[in-house]
DNA sequence: AGTTTCGGCGCC
DNA sequence: AAAGGGCGCCGAAACT
């Protein structure tokens, strides 16, 4: 029997909590528990608890060794309503949303705190707004009817739940941490970089590396100064217009391989080198604080350590402890996967019903098997290429799959005319979301962020006293939006996802301690290893199931258990 | 001196 | 002529 309860923290540190009926409303005493740890192990009957902010308590629930089943985070929640209401940008907060409900003046939402290298994750967000029991209720009473409201209450209500188990999950990660061998780590800075000199200058072969292209240039060039290279190669009688890598390639000058490999190098020992481990590693853990929900396609971000951006060769620091392993599971092209159950293409269907290799399988259909090709096609036609071969390709697979081809420019059509873009399950694109971009000449306007959250009807005002402005912003809104169709679907899949597979792991030592939007590492036992390989395979299809209903598209994962991140894949 | 933006690149 | 989405991170440069 699924029995849900409401949590409030005090701003003693004790709570309030009260059971809930099955129609949201309170059907019981408020009772008073000294914490919410006390209050959560003395019912484990409860399968879902109301409370304000995931954040908050998952943390005190997790150090004094107690499980929930299920949550609903009202300020989660707060967050995927407004957007969904067009009101993208209002305060969020659950005392915000108190003050809505009942006219008042809406307070400001607190503001972000940000990470510091080595900082304890506090136990309390300190300057949040905590609400009594009854106040918390009314919130979410009010948010129950808001999810009736919309056009698919049942898709909402999922993604409400699977934000609030994403959270948890997140939580958990955030106590968990990766495994992280500081000494595999530093050798490996070592063998790419040489030894460390005094003063904090240089490694060694960053610091030859710089002499080769200084030599090339017959002048002392720092190579880690874009300005000073471009200058160079001026002088060399090289024009050049950015040092980027791909442009930096197409040039015949000696300076060009110690170059290449100078920032190679420069950007392992800047964002992934001793001071790094130093600020982010500690007791043979990466914390680097997963934030679910931070992005507004639904995927995470990590505050702090570049938690989702670690180079494939600093993944050898990443081990098993002695006796487990790593359960290392990657999605098999996630986002045609996504697009053709969004889509209902039924060419795009029927390739992705079946687990081989999708771009393989699209290719043979209508690009003479070139797979590249067809890679770039599809990948070209998510994220709103529209120039080079991206052009002749697309006309390729329009033709073999035009209902997904028409799903994403329905998108990007509509983000362009500043109508409303959900994904699968109802997260909502901010109207005004990529309009930063195209201003490529200086001094050029952009909208204002703040103008965002007030001007619901007028957001979608041309700008046409600027020629060139509003067509250059609409058409990035509208790449935004075509892209956020499938990448934000794919963000809901996984979400159901991590929470089945955290419903599995319930069950055993194995813990989730990564996520990168379509993979994710389980710690586990050796014996638990092919159970955990098997539960991943089973959550992927009912996430599937759940997300986009009867669906032929299959959701395969290429997973390896390994002692050592590196070795996978 | 402190804060914001830019250039470039890491990951997906 | 050229026009690919989402992020975080760093140092330098540009700003206040």
Same mark, same amino acid.
């Given at each position: 029997m699924a029995e849900r309860w409401a949590l409030a923290v005090a701003e003693d540190g004790g709570v309030e909590v009260a059971a809930l009926g099955p129609d949201g409303l309170p059907a019981g005493p408020v009772r008073r528990e000294p914490g919410p740890a006390e209050a959560v192990r003395a019912r484990p009957e409860v399968t879902r608890w109301v409370w304000r902010s995931t954040a908050e308590i998952a943390p005190r629930l997790l150090a004094a060794g107690v499980r929930v089943e299920r949550c609903y985070d009202v300020e989660a929640a707060e967050t995927l309503l407004l957007g969904h209401e067009g009101r993208y940008g209002e305060p969020r907060s659950a005392a915000a949303a108190l003050a809505r409900l009942h006219g008042g003046p809406v307070p400001p939402d607190p503001p972000q705190r940000s990470a510091e290298p080595g900082a304890q994750s506090p136990l309390?967000?300190?300057q949040a707004v905590r609400l009594p029991l009854s106040d918390l209720l009314a919130v979410y009473a009010g948010q129950q009817r808001r999810h009736d409201r919309s056009a698919h209450p049942d898709r909402l209500r999922l993604l409400t739940a699977a934000e609030s188990a994403g959270m948890l999950v997140a939580a958990e990660m955030n106590r968990a941490g990766l495994p992280w061998r500081a000494d595999v780590h530093r050798q490996v800075l070592h063998d790419l970089l040489g030894e460390r000199y005094a003063?904090?200058?240089?490694?060694r072969r960053l610091a030859e590396l710089a002499e080769e292209v200084s030599a090339a240039f017959g002048r002392r060039v720092r190579p880690d100064l874009p300005a000073d290279v471009v200058k160079a190669f001026g002088q060399a009688g090289v024009k050049v217009a950015s040092t980027r890598r791909w442009e930096l390639e197409s040039l015949d000058h000696p300076a060009v391989k110690p170059l290449i490999e100078y920032k190679r190098l420069y950007r392992i020992w800047v964002a992934h080198g001793w001071s790094w481990l130093q600020d982010w590693v500690r007791d043979g853990r990466f914390r680097p604080e997963f934030l679910a929900g931070g992005t507004v396609t639904g995927r995470w971000v990590t505050n702090g350590g570049g938690g989702l951006q670690i180079p494939k060769v600093i993944r050898r620091a990443v081990v098993a402890d002695p006796g487990w392993r790593l359960v290392v599971a990657d999605a098999d092209q996630m986002e045609p996967r996504v697009l053709a159950a969004i889509s209902r293409d039924p060419g795009l269907m029927e390739v992705a019903g079946?687990? @081989?290799?999708l771009y393989q399988s699209v290719s043979d259909r209508?690009?003479?098997?070139?797979r590249a090709q067809a890679k770039l096609a599809v990948l070209g036609a998510v994220y709103g290429q529209t120039s080079g071969d991206g052009l002749k390709n697309l006309a390729a697979l329009r033709r073999r799959f035009p209902r997904a081809v028409a799903y994403v420019d329905d998108a990007a059509r509509a983000g362009e005319e500043g109508r409303l873009v959900r994904t699968w399950l109802g997260r909502t694109?901010?109207?005004?979301?990529?309009?930063?971009?195209?201003?490529?000449?200086?001094g050029l306007p952009q909208d204002d962020p703040s103008g965002a959250a007030d001007s619901a009807g007028s957001g979608?005002?041309?700008?046409?006293?600027?020629?060139?402005y509003a067509s250059s912003n609409a058409r990035a809104r509208g790449r935004f939006a075509r892209n956020f169709v499938v990448q934000g679907s794919a963000a809901d899949w996984a979400l159901l996802l991590l929470a089945a597979l955290r419903r599995t792991c319930a069950?055993?030592?194995?813990?989730?301690?990564f996520f990168q939007h379509d993979e994710v590492i389980v710690h586990c036992p050796e014996e638990e290893a092919d159970t955990v390989v098997t539960a991943i395979r089973d959550a992927a299809e009912l996430a599937g199931r759940l997300t986009?209903?009867? @669906?032929?598209v299959r959701f395969p994962f290429t997973t390896a258990v390994v002692e050592c991140y590196a070795d996978a894949k």
């Open positions: 309390f967000e300190p003063g904090g200058g240089e490694p079946r687990e @081989t290799d209508a690009f003479s098997g070139d694109c901010p109207p005004a979301a990529g309009a930063a971009d195209g201003t490529e000449e200086a979608d005002r041309p700008q046409e006293w600027l020629p060139g069950d055993m030592a194995a813990e989730l301690v986009f209903g009867p @669906t032929p």
